[in-house]
T-cell receptor
Framework: GENVEQHPSTLSVQEGDSAVIKCTYS??????FPWYKQELGKRPQLIID?????GEKKDQRIAVTLNKTAKHFSLHITETQPEDSAVYFC????????????FGTGTRLLVSP | GAVVSQHPSRVICKSGTSVKIECRSL??????MFWYRQFPKQSLMLMAT?????????EQGVEKDKFLINHASLTLSTLTVTSAHPEDSSFYIC????????????FGSGTRLTVV
């Protein structure tokens, strides 16, 4: 089955700096890659997603890139703000079968003022 | 739209008792529901996939006799933790893929289970 690895596990940046979180997936059949932000005790919130027919997607300060050949995808946050501090998860799913969503291990981002 | 309502949000139970968690899709039909467990400071681990009208599919290492899943209708899936023990204390959350959302998923609000 699909396995998603995520790095780093923790990331500390100064306000205004950029943050990059990277994920790799194992199953080449995966074709949907969402990123979630999760506050403590809450449900994951979708912040951006990308599909396998696209290499890059941007939404204001957030961007995601996908390298299908290397089976890598990354989240880029520019001009970070303290309110960006949270745990971020990448995930992957396939279009076929049950379309299970498999999560990465998570990154705790801390943005210091 | 595409809301999954999950109840209860918090539950405390005694060891040895059973607890039922419900997830209901409010404005769409969820033929498939995914159940996750999340321990503190860890990721969401997929436990099982429930399908309306058929048996659930459990991930490797998940005891199907302990975590009973029922998906009796297109809008309701339930997870029952049987003979709960303190090590079952965790955050349980359900998710469904929304038809027509082009791969989008929606999540319940989660259930914090504490077994004492």
């Amino acid at each position: 089955g699909e396995n998603v690895e995520q790095h780093p596990s923790t990331l500390s940046v100064q306000e205004g700096d950029s943050a990059v979180i990277k994920c790799t997936y194992s199953d080449s059949a995966s074709n949907y890659f969402p990123w979630y932000k999760q506050e403590l005790g809450k449900r994951p919130q979708l912040i951006i997603d990308i599909r396998s027919n696209v290499g890059e997607k941007k939404d204001q300060r957030i961007a995601v890139t996908l390298n299908k050949t290397a089976k890598h995808f990354s989240l880029h946050i520019t001009e970070t703000q303290p309110e960006d501090s949270a745990v971020y998860f990448c995930a992957a799913s396939m279009k076929t079968g049950f379309q299970k969503l498999v999560f990465g291990t998570g990154t705790r981002l801390l943005v210091s003022p | 739209g595409a809301v999954v309502s999950q109840h209860p949000s918090r539950v405390i139970c005694k060891s040895g008792t059973s607890v039922k968690i419900e997830c209901r899709s409010l404005d769409f039909q969820a033929t498939t529901m995914f159940w996750y467990r999340q321990f503190p400071k860890q990721s969401l681990m997929l436990m099982a996939t429930s399908n309306e009208g058929s048996k659930a599919t459990y991930e490797q290492g998940v005891e199907k006799d302990k975590f009973l899943i029922n998906h009796a209708s297109l809008t309701l899936s339930t997870l029952t933790v049987t003979s709960a023990h303190p090590e079952d204390s965790s955050f349980y959350i359900c998710s469904a893929r929304v038809p027509g959302w082009n791969y989008g998923y929606t999540f319940g609000s989660g259930t914090r289970l504490t077994v004492v």
